[in-house]
């Protein structure tokens, strides 16, 4: 089983570039989010997607740009990454029906920008 | 969400029972506590969850206290792959996100 997909795993950017960060799941979730983590801190959530269709800032949602493509797939966009977005970065999901909804994480991105 | 307290770190002898304790004063009474982990360069693991009563699974128990205010996760016999960063969590039901904070940092020694 896949479950939750992040592509790419390691990237090197330049300040000023952009770059989209992939991320799909094959467990037929309604709900997907975006965490960064920086060394030494917890996950913080930059931005979500309760269902397709719709997305919500979290925490820390500046510099970044979503798309919830569709069900599977929800992209994180930096359109002009900054040295301070050097981070990594974890997609996760989870089911909306229920009382309890554990997120299901996947490996990371791993990402510099210089 | 209520905010957690937890030990910046722990250690534990392999083979021994961890238990890692979690202050939630604030919790209220439609939040559930949630136990996270994670394990260097992984992404984090869903460990356990509840609401009032003990649970178990074939990972850890979760005991919280009759008023709720805290609870502990254990795990009965910590192994070398036990250690991680162990994160307790808050949130209402529904689909509200994880809020993450620091957690305790569980180092199981040989």
């Known amino acids: 089983n896949a479950g939750v997909t992040q592509t790419p795993k390691f990237q090197v950017l330049k300040t000023g570039q952009s770059m989209t960060l992939q991320c799909a799941q094959d467990?037929?979730?309604?709900?997907m989010y975006w965490y960064r983590q920086d060394p030494g801190m917890g996950l913080r959530l930059i931005y979500y997607?309760?269902?397709?269709?719709?997305?919500d800032k979290g925490e820390v949602p500046n510099g970044y740009n979503v798309s919830r493509l569709n069900k599977r797939e929800f992209s994180l966009r930096l359109e002009s990454a900054a040295p301070s977005q050097t981070s990594v970065y974890f997609c996760?999901?989870?089911?909306?029906?229920?009382?309890?909804?554990?997120?299901?994480f996947g490996d990371g991105t791993r990402l510099s920008i210089l | 969400d209520a905010k957690t307290t937890q030990p910046t770190s722990m250690d534990c002898a392999e083979g021994r029972a961890a238990n890692l304790p979690c202050n939630h004063s604030t919790i209220s009474g439609n939040e559930y506590v949630y136990w996270y982990r994670q394990i260097h360069s992984q992404g984090p693991q869903y460990i356990i969850h509840g609401l009032k009563n003990n649970e178990t699974n074939e990972m850890a128990s979760l005991i919280i206290t009759e008023d709720r205010k805290s609870s502990t996760l254990i795990l009965p016999h910590a192994t070398l792959r036990d250690t991680a960063v162990y994160y307790c969590i808050v949130r209402r039901s529904g689909n509200t996100p994880l809020v993450f904070g620091k957690g305790t940092r569980l180092s199981v020694i040989a």
């Open positions: 997607s309760a269902s397709e269709g719709t997305t």
């Open positions: 996760a999901s989870s089911e909306m029906a229920g009382s309890f909804q554990p997120q299901h």
């Open positions: 467990m037929n979730h309604n709900s």
